[in-house]
């Protein structure tokens, strides 16, 4: 069963009571908790947004919006927040078992674990790619890019739009 996209809407209220640099109660967290209280262990980051819904016994992976990554770093940095309203598409959905065992105590059989659901992850999402098919190949073009020399002057940052942003980039506020 793969999950409907969800609709998650950051309020003052949510951005007033959330707490910096906290993954489990930043706004978009405190968000999701509040308009689904049942999901446990809730995770934001620049990357992904994670959760467990004990009712399909699933643990659910989303990629994190651009407009969500850029609220999310502005709030962290201690910058004003407007409200806005973003939508989480399912990636990956996980069965959520302890220990890999069933309640009946025997060990389960990997092909059991399986991961359904979801889309494949847009090519180039944060440099990584969903297609598999090519991993030799690809890591060949990886070896050979990490061999050439630069330019003098070049920078191996390469800004877009279309990329996310994560800490420890020059262009955030330290």
Excluded at 66 to 84: E, H, N, S, V, W
Excluded at 123 to 151: C, I
Excluded at 154 to 160: E, I, L, M, Y
Aim: glycine share 8%; with cysteine.
């Amino acid at each position: 069963m793969v999950m409907a996209d969800m609709k998650v809407t950051i309020t003052p209220e949510l951005v007033e009571r959330a707490v910096q640099r906290d993954s489990r109660h930043c706004m978009i967290a405190e968000a999701i908790k509040e308009q689904n209280p049942h999901f446990k262990f809730i995770l934001v980051d620049l990357a992904t947004i994670r959760w467990t819904n004990p009712r399909t016994g699933k643990r659910y992976l989303c990629l994190t919006p651009p407009p969500a990554a850029t609220a999310l770093i502005a709030f962290d940095q201690g910058g004003a927040i407007d409200p806005f309203e973003f939508t989480l598409k399912s990636i990956q959905t996980t069965p959520t078992r302890k220990s890999g065992k069933p309640r009946g105590g025997k060990k389960l059989d990997p092909r059991q674990m399986t991961i359904s659901g979801g889309v494949p992850l847009p090519t180039g999402h944060l440099g990584g790619g969903s297609d598999v098919s090519n991993a030799p190949r690809n890591a060949r073009a990886d070896r050979e890019r990490e061999a050439a020399v630069l330019p003098e002057g070049a920078s191996n940052v390469v800004r877009s739009a279309s990329r996310y942003r994560q800490y420890g980039l020059r262009l955030l506020k330290g």
